[in-house]
């Protein structure tokens, strides 16, 4: 896996919304509804996934996707150089090594913020940003990294943000769903049917989070979004 995933697996996660065929219809439809109430609500909901350095918050981040529910072609990919002096400890995970990054020419860490903050200013224009990430570490990294390294965080700084985990975790104890797993791709087969494959890659990650997180509001009883947004500043 690695950064030999890449091409492979953005172009299959970009196709996913307008029908991949080893996905139930229905899967698809819930991603489509729930898209439209972001809308109702003059919203854009961006689902994002990251690789990194390491699990503790100092870790750096390795590899970065966002992506509209919808549109899914609109994906923002960046890698990055882990910061000076951070040590490479997860690389057993995802298979991310400083050498291959160097291969690729990944930037810098503030380079590849500030190519995502750019991305996100253009995609969500004037709309209410409401973003999507499996646990509260992803908001931490992010938080830390642009804090760190000085980058503006645009529409990040009044962005609404949605825990899937924390959702997750509220939803399985109200629909008697079974709780023993909370892994992303445990919750991906029960919505779907199929495994996750290439976990561990941001783009099929990010891909699988949309389609988890509709399904976790289906299962739920759909409750209004603004009892799912936290404050992650």
């Not at 996905?23 to 909901?45: H, T």
């Not at 690789?51 to 994906?75: D, H, K, Q």
């Not at 769903?177 to 892994?183: A, K, T």
Request: some cysteine; charged content about 20%.
């Amino acid at each position: 896996r690695g950064l030999d995933c890449f091409v492979r697996d953005v172009a299959a996660a970009a196709s996913a919304r307008t029908g991949r065929r080893d996905l139930a219809a229905d899967a698809d439809m819930r991603v489509v509804r729930v898209a439209a109430e972001f809308a109702a609500l003059d919203g854009c909901c961006i689902v994002a996934d990251g690789e990194t350095s390491g699990l503790s918050l100092r870790a750096s981040i390795l590899e970065l996707v966002m992506a509209p529910l919808v549109g899914r072609g609109n994906y923002f990919v960046g890698y990055a150089l882990p910061g000076p002096g951070v040590p490479m400890r997860a690389d057993h995970i995802h298979n991310l090594r400083t050498a291959d990054l160097e291969r690729i020419g990944a930037p810098s860490q503030g380079v590849m913020l500030s190519n995502m903050v750019a991305y996100l200013g253009h995609t969500v224009g004037n709309q209410t940003l409401f973003l999507v990430a499996y646990g509260k570490m992803d908001y931490e990294w992010l938080r830390r990294g642009l804090k760190k390294h000085g980058v503006d965080p645009g529409v990040l700084l009044h962005a609404d943000a949605i825990d899937a985990l924390e959702l997750a975790r509220n939803t399985v104890r109200r629909a008697d769903l079974d709780q023993s797993n909370l892994e992303q791709a445990s919750l991906y087969q029960q919505a779907t049917g199929n495994l996750l494959e290439n976990a561990h890659c941001a783009a099929p990650d990010a891909d699988a989070l949309a389609t988890v997180f509709a399904w976790l509001r289906e299962q739920g009883g759909a409750p209004p979004l603004a009892t799912l947004i936290q404050t992650h500043g």
